[in-house]
């Protein structure tokens, strides 16, 4: 079958309402019908495919950011960087961007940083008379650090399909991160001066210490988990294992978000989400690997040679075609999708595979703010009921930020490689 004829059959079942997993695994299973190839390959493929370490850290990692969103860790962290930078002009949305970055080295979930931050800071920033679209465009925006700070589901999506290493991708995404951040930072400070938004008032130093002191347990969860990966003390499996568990230790005793009697519910819950995902990967698994036993990868990565395209301009189109295609297609449909057909063509030019994650994790991080189907776009529908228009308008001077940012991380590598060839040389 013509790989335009399958790229055709998938948008139209797309368009039929057919879920993403049921849609990957149906086109998979019909390549090998067509081909002749018999269906007890799709098992093993599959089987062989989730036989990876990388693999299990998935559900420990969505655990972890489902406890982090229920057990009170958001306002620990909202009222510690409160605590420090209450008192700058439109401190209450600077919050919200440093919270959110902390809160993002935890979670590994955009979707999930969004949703805990937007339901303790959009109500507070409209009571403190901030504009609603404002408002929804800085949780909406700073949301997205959830796949780019690290831990980072999307990475480990990626070092899956690419076969790279999970340390070096979450090392690589820490500059670009705080980069982001800090751009956030600067255009909501301007933005409050220029509509003369109030300061808020300080707190005393024993308030700040109590603040502090009530931090450190979700403060403590980063620094467990990543100083294990990087002090050699665990795998990425297992510190996404370590997550889970110290979150819901935290969640429970530290902060009473939830009880022990509630952990069997909400992980039940964790676990289901992963699930889905893990068979959304499968899937896609399976159909990429038709692609390259097809020859078909190999063709599209001679076309491209045969174009003549310099390794500027190959990346030019490459993010041309994943914004196009994050407006339509969740994050991990839309890497699970292009990786196989891309990556060859990335080794072929000579692009870093670590610098090529970041340039697709921006992409993503992008395409979950773009309508018609950015999920943080639905995040905030659901916490604020604002007219779908309204938070598209608060949104639009962060996209505009993020796509300079996507601009400078895609012809400044140095960014996304200096901290991993610092650590591993």
């Not at 705080?178 to 409050?192: E, H, R, S």
Request: glycine share 8%; with cysteine; aromatic share 10%.
């Amino acid at each position: 079958m013509s790989p335009l004829l399958a790229l055709l059959l998938f948008f139209v079942f797309l368009a039929m309402g057919m879920p993403i997993y049921v849609v990957l695994g149906f086109l998979a299973t019909l390549l090998y019908v067509v081909d002749g190839k018999l269906l007890v390959g799709i098992p093993q493929l599959m089987a062989d495919h989730l036989n990876s370490a990388t693999l299990i850290s998935i559900p420990f990692f969505v655990m972890a950011a489902t406890f982090m969103q229920r057990g009170g860790i958001a306002q620990a962290l909202v009222d510690f960087a409160f605590a420090f930078v209450g008192r700058v002009q439109g401190g209450l949305a600077v919050v919200c961007v440093l919270a959110t970055t902390v809160f993002a080295a935890i979670s590994g979930s955009s979707v999930a940083t969004a949703l805990a931050m937007g339901t303790l800071l959009v109500p507070a920033m409209v009571e403190k008379r901030y504009r609603r679209d404002f408002a929804l465009g800085v949780v909406g925006a700073s949301g997205t650090l959830g796949i780019l700070i690290p831990p980072s589901l999307a990475m480990i999506v990626y070092a899956i399909v690419a076969e790279e290493s999970v340390p070096k991708l979450f090392l690589a995404g820490v500059v670009p991160g705080l980069l982001q951040a800090a751009l956030f930072v600067g255009w909501i400070v301007f933005y409050c001066r220029r509509e003369g938004y109030p300061r808020e008032a300080g707190l005393t130093a024993q308030e700040m210490v109590r603040v502090t002191v009530r931090a450190l347990p979700a403060l403590a969860v980063p620094v467990i988990v990543l100083g294990g990966i990087y002090g050699g003390l665990v795998t990425v499996a297992e510190a996404a294992a370590l997550s889970a568990f110290v979150a819901i230790l935290v969640s429970v005793l530290a902060y009473g978000g939830c009880s022990w009697r509630d952990v069997p519910g909400i992980a039940a819950e964790s676990l289901k989400q992963a699930a889905v995902l893990i068979v959304i990967i499968a899937s896609a698994l399976v159909l990429g690997h038709w692609l390259t036993a097809s020859g078909y990868t190999r063709s599209v990565v001679e076309w491209v040679r045969a174009l003549g395209l310099e390794g500027w301009q190959f990346l030019l189109v490459v993010n041309l075609i994943l914004f196009v295609l994050g407006m339509f297609l969740e994050v991990i449909s839309v890497m699970l999708i292009t990786l196989p057909l891309l990556l060859p063509i990335v080794d072929q030019l000579g692009i870093d595979k670590v610098h090529f994650a970041i340039i697709v994790t921006v992409n993503m991080e992008i395409a979950l703010l773009t309508p018609p189907v950015g999920m943080n776009l639905y995040v905030l529908a659901s916490i604020s009921r604002a007219p779908f228009g309204e938070i598209v308008r608060g949104i639009t001077p962060f996209v505009w930020l993020m796509l300079g940012l996507l601009l400078v991380v895609t012809y400044v590598p140095v960014l996304s490689l200096w901290l991993p060839r610092l650590v591993f040389g």
